[in-house]
């Protein structure tokens, strides 16, 4: 396992060109980042996978890209203008707020997700927990809306919100999908897209921000549907980590148990199995490690407000178990409160019941900046002084598949017509400084999965030696096979197939 702290990967992720610190010539901007070269060719390989996996790959989710401002009838509907509020604490003197069980947190060491306001003061007074910035006393436990209002126009009055979740406009062009697709149930809405969120303390890098894209699937299903013809037998075996409410309850760890086990002991229904596996696999099949990954199970003191039940894969960040991904249960809650506010009907009608009904919805929700955070970090090695890194990102996502080297500035002209070729076809980079080793190297640190050298062997038996960057294995292919070839490896084809093996 990588040993990497946040802030190291912080400065790696800068260095390299993978995200900066937003704003950063005029002193920094808390909780915005921007993405650099390679940062962007990640995070577009991130979402592109997960488009083609879950939309363009299925015939029963449809996709949208709503717009990023909406109305504040919206959010008033869906419950975030009264509902989505952390809880912060003021300082009596310097008047700086904090996030209060983040405080707690840091100062007692402990987890107090969930609790509410009431216990969290009684912490702060037993604890005698003073502000972190200048030690005077705290006031009272207040709440604090999480919506960025913007003016939209001329008035004043005219405000409307940046969205705080992709799924609401989900939900507000729902009827118009369904009108639109000759959509049958079950099926589902996705989106990708920026979400928006007046963060009390965003912090950890790029898991709390203030402003996030998030992958988020609204899947429709009869309300009274118990059974999913989807579960897939590899998802009924699937085995994880997992922490019940229970075992929060009781402080105890996580343990492994089956997919299949949950279903039987109704801990949760088949849909939610369904979509929490598919979502998990989605991670580990784009190489995250399962050691590193758990599912938790919301206390019922932490559920969202528009939430039956919720069920988090979390990782284990240099900073403790986090959420990484969150799937709800949604129920009813939202069409039914957007039916309210508009005055517009959401029932559809359904083929199989010949019945006009309001779907039941689960929603899996990806975040796509803590998912980025999390295949850097698990993708990072280092050796123990920390010298050579090598970031296994998997090939699928790897922001660049191939480099090209001369190996002597001799042979430019060569090399250089097998990089032109292969730059059609493939996100390559091109290389001719310093040593061969100094050129593995500095591929290794950006993920580059094969490194193919054009040496004076190369003008007589017209091959290349392609290197595999997580073995340093080497084999020797023909030029005129080295697309068909490079294809069969970034599918993930095994390397010493390939070719004939360097010993
Ligand atoms: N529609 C449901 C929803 O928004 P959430 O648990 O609040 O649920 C879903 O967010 C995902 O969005 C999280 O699992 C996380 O990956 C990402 N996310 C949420 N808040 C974030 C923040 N402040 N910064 C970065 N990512 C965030």
């Not at 702290?5 to 950063?24: C, H, R, W």
């Not at 009838?73 to 809880?87: N, Q, V, Y």
């Not at 059974?227 to 922490?243: G, T, V």
């Not at 929700?365 to 998997?394: I, M, Q």
Request: aromatic content about 12%; hydrophobic content about 35%.
């Amino acid at each position: 396992m990588s040993e990497v702290s946040i802030e190291d990967l912080t400065v790696f992720a800068k260095k390299k060109g993978f995200v900066y610190p937003s704003n950063e010539i005029y002193g920094g901007f808390a909780g915005f980042y921007d993405y650099g070269p390679l940062g962007v060719e990640l995070k577009n390989n991130l979402k592109s996978n997960w488009w083609k996996t879950f939309v363009q790959n299925r015939d029963d989710i449809f996709g949208i890209d709503g717009s990023i401002i909406s109305s504040k009838k919206i959010w008033e509907a869906s419950g975030h203008l009264t509902s989505f509020a952390d809880l912060i604490v003021e300082c009596s003197k310097c008047k700086n707020n904090h996030r209060a069980d983040h405080l707690i947190e840091d100062k007692l060491a402990m987890n107090v997700e969930g609790l509410d306001a009431n216990a969290l003061n009684k912490l702060i007074k037993d604890n005698n927990i003073k502000c972190p910035d200048c030690k005077s006393s705290l006031k009272e436990i207040k709440s604090f809306n999480l919506m960025f209002p913007v003016q939209v126009g001329t008035s004043k009055d005219n405000i409307a919100y940046l969205r705080g979740e992709t799924a609401q406009l989900i939900f507000s062009v729902f009827k118009n999908v369904v009108d639109s697709s000759r959509v049958k149930l079950p099926f589902g809405i996705a989106q990708i897209g920026k979400a928006f969120r007046n963060e009390i303390s965003p912090r950890n890098f790029l898991f709390r921000t203030r402003e996030f894209e998030q992958m988020e699937i609204e899947y429709f299903i009869r309300p009274k549907e118990k059974k999913c013809p989807l579960l897939s037998k590899r998802q009924l075996q699937l085995e994880f980590q997992f922490l019940s409410e229970q075992d929060q309850v009781k402080k105890r760890k996580h343990k492994k148990v089956k997919m299949s086990s949950l279903i039987n002991k109704k801990l949760l229904g088949e849909w939610h199995a369904y979509w929490l596996a598919e979502s998990y696999l989605w991670f580990i099949d784009l190489g995250i490690k399962e050691k590193n990954l758990r599912i938790r199970e919301h206390t019922k003191q932490e559920l969202s407000h528009y939430s039956l039940g919720t069920f988090d894969i979390d990782y284990n960040f240099p900073f403790g178990w986090k959420e990484l991904y969150g799937n709800a249960n949604r129920g009813q809650y939202d069409l039914k409160q957007h039916m309210k506010f508009s005055g517009k009907s959401m029932e559809i009608f359904d083929e199989q019941t010949k019945q006009r009904l309001i779907p039941k919805v689960i929603e899996p929700s990806f975040g796509v900046d803590r998912a980025f955070l999390t295949f850097l970090y698990d993708a990072y090695e280092s050796d123990k002084k920390g010298g050579n890194v090598v970031l296994k990102l998997n090939s699928q996502i790897a922001p660049i598949k191939i480099a090209v080297f001369p190996l002597v500035n001799k042979l430019d002209e060569h090399a250089l017509k097998v990089y032109l070729m292969l730059k059609k076809d493939f996100v390559c980079k091109w290389d001719r400084s310093g040593s061969i080793g100094r050129r593995y190297a500095r591929a290794d640190e950006i993920g580059i999965p094969y490194t193919i050298t054009y040496d004076f062997d190369s003008l007589d038996d017209k091959s290349v030696t392609i290197r595999d960057r997580d073995t340093t294995k080497q084999i020797r292919v023909k030029i005129e096979d080295l697309k068909k070839v490079l294809c069969k490896l970034l599918k993930g084809e095994k390397f010493e197939k390939q070719g004939k093996l360097i010993k």
